[in-house]
């Protein structure tokens, strides 16, 4: 009696590449929550992720890299969707607070753009890949020159993340909503910059 052999796949054995990115990314955002950005090394995301730091270094030349990638996989797309342009800007500055205040990724955010201020390829990485397509989307919805978007960013995120960096935690419901008042104060002047 003949035995037959059992169809052989074409993939090799290991995980599924389309979960990887998904293991990869939970893993680092709770490693840099756990152990802060500094110490969250390549290899203690891939041991946690439970993946090869080859695996990690294949998609991800960097570190830097690896966190921009996490990032925009956490903060999705800005929702755009209101009434006008003060809901709008509100319902942005509420996202992005909500979206630091997640575990890990404020301190990835942080940890990212402290590295970038000494590394101009890493600086390049994050305004192309991180911060462009949300200034892109934002003038769009705003019809806003990208300068005013650009200091509308700054102006949040910069008071976003220094108060993490201050404090050690994300911003309280109260202080956005004053960060909120203060940054419609300014933007929503007709009348633009003085």
């Given at each position: 009696m003949a035995m037959t052999r059992p169809p052989t796949s074409a993939r090799p054995p290991g995980r599924p590449r389309s979960g990887v990115n998904d293991v990869v990314f939970a893993a680092t955002l709770s490693t840099v929550h756990e152990l802060g950005y500094a110490r969250a090394t390549v290899e203690r995301?891939?041991?946690?992720?439970?993946?090869?730091?080859?695996?990690?270094?294949?998609?991800?030349?960097?570190?830097g890299d690896l966190?921009?990638?996490?990032?925009?996989?956490?903060?999705?797309?800005?929702?755009l969707e209101s009434a006008?342009?003060?809901?709008?800007?509100?319902s942005?500055?509420?996202w992005i607070a909500g979206k630091i205040s997640e575990p890990g990724v404020g301190d990835a955010f942080?940890?990212?753009?402290?590295?970038?201020?000494?590394?101009?390829?890493?600086?390049e990485v994050l305004s192309a890949r991180l911060q462009d397509p949300y200034r892109l989307a934002l003038q769009d919805a705003l019809g806003e020159p990208e300068n005013r978007v650009l200091f509308f960013i700054d102006v949040v995120v910069g008071t976003l993340l220094?108060?993490?960096g201050m404090t050690g935690?994300?911003?309280?419901?109260?202080?956005?909503?004053a960060?909120?008042?203060?940054?419609?104060?300014?933007?929503?002047?007709?009348?633009?910059?003085a």
């Open positions: 995301i891939a041991a946690a992720a439970g993946v090869a730091k080859t695996t990690i270094y294949r998609r991800w030349p960097s570190k966190i921009v990638d996490c990032l925009i996989d956490a903060f999705g797309p800005v929702p006008g342009r003060a809901e709008l800007m509100s942005a500055i509420r942080a940890g990212v753009f402290s590295d970038a201020v000494s590394d101009p390829a890493l600086r220094h108060r993490m935690g994300p911003m309280v419901d109260a202080d956005v909503a960060l909120v008042e203060m940054v419609l104060q300014h933007f929503t002047d007709e009348a633009g910059p």
